[in-house]
């Protein structure tokens, strides 16, 4: 069992910065990949980026250059640095871990919300 807490969203004009968290715990030794989600009003849930437990990553196109992917694996920690925020970008964001053991598993956070003002 893995529980993901998301914190770091808030509301920031356009061109501006945020940093996401999503701090990892209990069975954490079996996360795997790790993504960022998110989901704006009226829209399917996308993928934003995703790290591999050895760091290798991958980017939407509509964030890449914009927006960057790291973790701890000590501190159990998912982050996200958004630069150059544009109103676009403004959307609920999650945290999702993927568990391998025998078999596999996503766990999800609750969510952040992130509003980039025009």
């Known amino acids: 069992q893995v529980t993901l807490v998301e914190s770091g969203g808030g509301l920031v004009q356009a061109g501006g910065s945020l940093r996401l968290s999503c701090a990892a715990y209990?069975?954490?030794?079996?996360?795997?990949?790790m993504r960022w989600y998110r989901q704006a009003p009226g829209k399917e849930r996308e993928l934003v980026a995703a790290?591999?437990?050895?760091?290798?990553?991958n980017y939407a196109a509509s964030v890449k250059g914009r927006f960057t992917i790291s973790r701890n694996n000590v501190k159990n920690t998912l982050y996200l640095q958004m630069n150059s925020l544009k109103p676009e970008d403004t959307a609920v964001y999650y945290c999702?871990?993927?568990?391998?053991?025998?078999?596999?598993?996503?766990?999800w956070g609750q969510g952040t919300q992130v509003t980039v003002s025009s």
């Open positions: 999702n871990a993927l568990c391998v053991t025998t078999t596999w598993f996503h766990y």
């Open positions: 209990g069975d954490t030794i079996n996360i795997s990949t």
């Open positions: 790290i591999t437990s050895s760091g290798s990553t």
